[in-house]
């Protein structure tokens, strides 16, 4: 019994050992280990004193005992009459909780204790175990047994009740001190919230076994308890057996045919005498021992791992050696979820194990010694200036003797340290609320931008940290197209901001902007003509979307800024600028947090599904958010020309300068980039908004001569707007002039 206590132990403990064949008549006895064994030789009803004979009390008629003395009519207790209910069972996940399974710590009570000769170390698998004992042996016909009285089991298992599942959400509790004060002692409690989905190491190493078809193995040598393990890749018996070995200290050896497991305990040592070594070729003992260097060891020992009874989120733990100065260091990661204690207690085994191991010998063994093979462990006594100690045989080459290859091992760095078990940090519970997604069809504001894609800005009241993006061009299958890791800073104006004129500083009124998160600055006019602070002005449609930069920035109110000193109609957005941006218009800070979606070329001008909300729901959840949307790709329309001017009396010659959309910023080029295949416009002559004539030149000239103008019936004033022409996208925004004739 005690710490490698295994399942069919408690099994047969259940109706046999302490209580039931035997007990204890003193403290002193039970210190002892002698054993009284349970008799009731006046009336052969020994059954009266076992506490675990439940069948016995259930099946037969009872018989009052007062003052010893055992009454001869039985009571009214029919037997089998009515079944039994455990209104309350359980173990605590304490080191040889099974001894005593109703005890507990808990520093405020006075019944506090541990379960005997236990170390009060924590013990998820023995409660485990308990709990699979009592499950399994009570649920055999053959151990209860069904009633004719009534017709059901003499235990109703469906009234079984295990304690304690606590209806505190886990890991909310235990870890939540500040709202429990009993979190403390779920470590070593009986607790079984955020234990039952855990498995049993034997259990792990045996389904890696059966899926790659080894038959023949035995798992009974293992004890362990596996919180969860994550492989990733396809891979082979050994690659996902290797790090539940390092995790755990155990080996595979084979026996017999038989791939057996076993603990790097230290037990079960084989003595050998020296005497019985095989002879080298001086006739001298071939025993060699050796020892590595120091310089060779690490002196700090890093490991990585999955945080248990929390969030699951990424842990580290570290043993530094107390001497260390210019050891290495070495650093692994298991894909495991493990408690900080355990982390802790793997990388002090490790660090221990590193230093014993330096001691290796090298023997030669006769045939006789057959028996021993690899993995065994051997006792070897004192030679000379070397102490004895135990070495596991790792490796054996047969020949006319046995070479040997051992390193020692220490038993005691198997056994786990005492760490105290802290509460881990939890994040607070956020509801799932839906989101509030902006698609932003933009200019390109980065070189290597994709032209054609949008920008999606997201907020939301309370964020639910990662937002997913699904995407379907119908109704159906969605697709998970982008995740949304920030939070963007999106606002509301709260005042009118009327037209202004581009490539000049706004000094007009401020523009009051109200934000639900985040914050904006003030920043140097250097900065400002660098292109920071740029912003984006819209109706919350995709496509209608003024750029503009703010030079200052200050706080008027709770989350409330007024911006001056603007720059409007940035990135060839002027074209957009209308009379007046209403109150109540859309504000998204352009800082690099609204990102561009993934979304193929070919799928542009075609309306797209989207449902956005937080990645930890499924796309069909309530949180989530729907939206369709076609996008032009304004990335790839061309600016609007500028310097559109108008030269003679009759014949009306127009002239312009054409902008570009990206390279334009190199003062020493004689021109702008083109950026499109070729130079073209589109030419328009309008009167009172009647389209009178339209042509395509190639060149930024055109002539508008009177004859022209006598054909279109034009005698008074009109307009002319000219738009650059892109094969991708079509004509571009439009500058527009009056002429007055």
């Known amino acids: 019994m005690g710490r490698f206590m295994i399942w069919s132990t408690c099994v047969r403990t259940l109706r046999g050992g302490e209580g039931y064949d035997w007990y204890y008549h003193s403290l002193d006895a039970q210190a002892a280990q002698i054993r009284t064994q349970i008799m009731d030789g006046a009336h052969s009803e020994p059954w009266v004193f076992r506490y675990k004979d439940i069948r016995s009390f259930w099946s037969l008629v009872h018989h009052e005992r007062v003052g010893g003395v055992r009454s001869l009519a039985p009571t009214v207790w029919e037997p089998k009459s009515k079944p039994i209910w455990f209104t309350e069972f359980g173990c605590a996940a304490i080191d040889k909780g099974t001894n005593q399974p109703n005890k507990f710590l808990d520093a405020k009570s006075s019944e506090s204790s541990l379960p005997n000769y236990s170390n009060g170390g924590r013990d998820d698998l023995i409660q485990k175990q308990y709990l699979r004992a009592m499950e399994s042996y009570w649920n055999d016909p053959a151990n209860n047994p069904v009633s004719k009285e009534y017709g059901g089991a003499m235990i109703d298992m469906s009234r079984a009740f295990v304690w304690a599942w606590d209806t505190r959400p886990f890991p909310v509790f235990p870890n939540n001190g500040e709202l429990w004060s009993d979190g ?6 009986h607790w079984i919230n955020g234990r039952t989905g855990a498995r049993s190491l034997a259990s792990v190493v045996d389904e890696i076994c059966r899926r790659a078809g080894v038959v023949h193995h035995d798992v009974s040598g293992l004890y362990g308890y596996v919180r969860g393990y994550v492989r990733t890749n396809v891979s082979d018996a050994r690659s996902s057996l290797q790090p539940l070995m390092l995790r755990y200290a155990f080996d595979a050896i084979e026996r017999d045919g038989v791939l057996k497991f076993r603990m790097r305990d230290g037990a079960d040592a084989v003595s050998v005498d020296p005497d019985y070594f095989a002879l080298g070729a001086d006739d001298v003992s071939s025993l060699e021992q050796s020892r590595e260097a120091e310089a060779e060891l690490a002196g700090r020992v890093r490991l990585s791992f999955v945080q248990a009874d929390a969030n699951y989120e990424n842990a580290h733990e570290e043993a530094v050696r107390p001497d260390d100065t210019t050891h290495a260091v070495s650093t692994s990661q298991l894909p495991m979820s493990l408690t900080l204690a355990e982390g802790r207690q793997v990388t002090e085994r490790w660090l221990a194990e590193s230093t014993t191991s330096r001691d290796m010998i090298r023997m030669s063994l006769p045939p006789s010694q057959i028996g021993i093979g690899a993995g065994d462990i051997v006792e070897l006594p004192a030679d000379g200036n070397e102490g004895g100690g135990l070495f596991r045989m790792d490796r054996i080459e ?23 078990d802290e509460l881990a940090r939890v994040e607070a519970f956020v509801a799932s609320v839906p989101v509030v997604p902006l698609f932003m069809d933009l200019p390109l504001i980065q070189q290597e931008d994709a032209p054609h894609a949008p920008y999606l800005a997201v907020s939301a009241s309370t964020w639910p940290g990662d937002v997913a993006v699904y995407r379907s061009s119908t109704q159906e299958n969605y697709s998970l197209s982008d995740i949304v890791s920030a939070r963007s800073i999106i606002g509301v104006r709260l005042n009118e901001l009327p037209r202004a004129s581009a490539g000049l500083v706004d000094r007009g009124g401020s523009l009051d902007v109200k934000l639900d998160f985040g914050a904006l600055s003030s920043l140097t006019q250097e900065a400002l003509l660098s292109g920071e602070n740029l912003a984006a002005i819209g109706d919350g449609t995709s496509g209608n979307w003024e750029m503009f930069q703010f030079q200052d920035a ?68 309530p949180s989530h958010v729907a939206q369709a949307h076609a996008f032009d790709g304004i990335g790839l329309r061309p600016y609007a020309p500028v310097h559109l001017c108008k030269d003679g009396v009759a014949d009306h010659q127009f002239s312009w300068l054409r902008r570009t959309r990206m390279g334009g910023d190199d003062w020493s080029l004689p021109d702008v980039p083109l950026n499109e295949e070729t130079e073209s416009y589109h030419i328009q002559i309008k009167v009172e908004g009647q389209l009178k004539r339209e042509v395509m ?16 019936g034009i005698s008074g004033p009109y307009a002319v707007e000219v738009a650059q022409l892109s094969a991708r996208f079509g004509a571009g925004l439009a500058a527009r002039t009056v002429v007055v004739v």
């Open 554 to 621: 200050e706080l008027i109110g709770a989350g409330t800024f007024a911006l001056s000193r603007r720059l409007r109609g940035q990135l060839g957005s002027d074209a957009l600028i209308p009379d007046t941006w209403p109150a109540g218009s859309w504000f998204v800070l352009m800082n690099g947090t609204p990102e561009q979606i993934n979304l193929p070329a070919n799928l542009r001008n075609i309306e797209q599904n989207f449902l956005i909300g937080p990645a930890n729901r499924p796309y069909y959840d």
């Open 398 to 420: 047969r020949g006319a003797s046995q070479l040997v290859e051992a390193v020692r091992i220490d038993p005691s760095v198997y056994e786990p340290s005492e760490i105290a």
């Open 184 to 189: 403390t002692n779920y470590a070593r409690g």
């Open 697 to 712: 030149v190639g060149s930024s000239v055109w002539d508008y001569t009177v004859a022209m103008r006598a054909v279109d």
